[in-house]
């Protein structure tokens, strides 16, 4: 574990993120770790939330059957994954591990559109798998194989979460529902 570099703090409150985005519990607080999530669209990073895991889990939960499969499936089929924990295994920078796209290798320096996530507990990063850089077309890859009833639900979530989340990154290819 090391401290939550800066690349992962709110740029909203430019300070880590304190609080959960669903139960706003405090992350000193509490005994379970949490992801912070960051999407950029060019050198702009226009979404970001931080969530318990157990929020997370229960946001998972009510996406359909097929969907929970088929995004677990990605990422347990992807032998890329496997091949970075080796790789990079004991690397304690974050920029080794979101210097390449988590699924298909393809570096971040080539990339203008991307989401980065790391794992906190308290004040501290936990390392592998995350933090993570999926590419913009990795998650269109993923988005496509959702069902609609899936899509609904995400949009439903991010409308009831965030206050007028910039209109051009809902559309046309929505927020993407990982990492
Ligand atoms: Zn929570
Ligand atoms: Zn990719």
Sequence with gaps: MSAIPPSFHSLEHEAPFQQCLTCDREFEEIDDPYTVTKVFKGPECVFEYAMCLPCR???ARSFSEESQQTMKKF???NDHLAWRSERLAGKEDHRDWIAQCATCATPLAELTDYSLACMGFGDQMIIDPFPMMV???CEKDIQSRLSKTTRDQWDKFILDNFEGPPADSLKP???PILV
């Design 173 to 175: 290819d929505g927020i």
């Design 57 to 59: 889990r229960n946001l």
């Design 135 to 137: 590419c913009a077309r």
């Design 75 to 77: 990422f347990e089929d």
